[in-house]
């Protein structure tokens, strides 16, 4: 139930394309929705984030877009460009033993082509 | 600021020796992390700190232990390595236990134990 499940585990788009990868959970105690960006050789990094009162966020090209009842959250980036090749993680955040966790997906690794 | 540092940045080790992983982070946080990242499996929480002398047990604990003597500073130990411990290892903190809190992360440290 504290799992939060990503999918596809690896995406390849062509520049100026839209990426898609999509995110599913179960516990409905999630309360907070945040997706990281990692460049190899990095440590992950806030890319954007939505609260489940709403049902789509948009910064930038990234939009994050959000279905309450089925329990599942979206990331899209228009007009991908190959500085977005990067490993993606949705997370979500639970209150558990006394303070908030994440729980990350397992990871999509997009290359965008030029 | 430098932000959050890790120390080493790659280790190998053998079976059954020990070693420990330092985490520094500049930003006067209170929560700091250890993850590891295993090919599709994400990034699995293993201890976590809610403050200065504290730490708590996180998804995967089994064959670590971790010390928080000062508050900048999260240290995690492997007291006989196993090969199962092979991994990327990241620490992060954040300010407050808020659900909407980020988390920042170091550049991560590449275990290998043979």
């Given at each position: ?114 | ?11 190998v080790l053998k079976t059954g020796q ?63 390595a196993?090969p ?28 290998t134990v043979l």
């Open positions: 139930q504290q799992q939060v499940k990503q999918s596809p585990q690896s995406l390849i788009v062509q520049k100026g394309g839209i990426s898609i990868i999509n995110c599913a959970y179960e516990n409905t105690a999630f309360d907070y929705f945040p997706w990281y960006q990692q460049f190899p050789g990095k440590g992950p990094a806030l890319l954007i984030a939505i609260r489940p009162d709403v049902s789509e966020k948009k910064e930038g090209r990234f939009t994050i877009s959000f279905n309450k009842s089925a329990k599942q959250f979206s990331l899209h980036i228009m007009d991908s460009q190959p500085g977005d090749s990067a490993t993606y993680f949705c997370a979500a955040s639970l209150w558990m033993d006394s303070s908030y966790k994440l729980i990350f997906g397992s990871g999509t690794r997009l290359l965008v082509r030029p | 600021n430098a932000g959050v540092t890790q120390t080493p940045k790659f280790r020990s070693m420990t992983l330092l985490c520094a982070q500049d930003m006067n946080h209170e929560y700091m992390y250890w993850y590891r990242q295993d090919p599709g499996m994400g990034l699995r929480l293993i201890h976590y700190s809610v403050g200065e002398g504290t730490t708590a047990k996180g998804e995967v604990p089994d064959g670590y232990n971790v010390s928080r003597l000062k508050k900048q500073n999260f240290l995690l130990g492997l007291e006989s196993a199962s411990q092979t991994s990327v290892y990241f620490c992060a903190s954040g300010l407050l236990a808020g659900h909407t809190d980020t988390q920042y992360f170091g550049p991560g440290t590449r275990l």
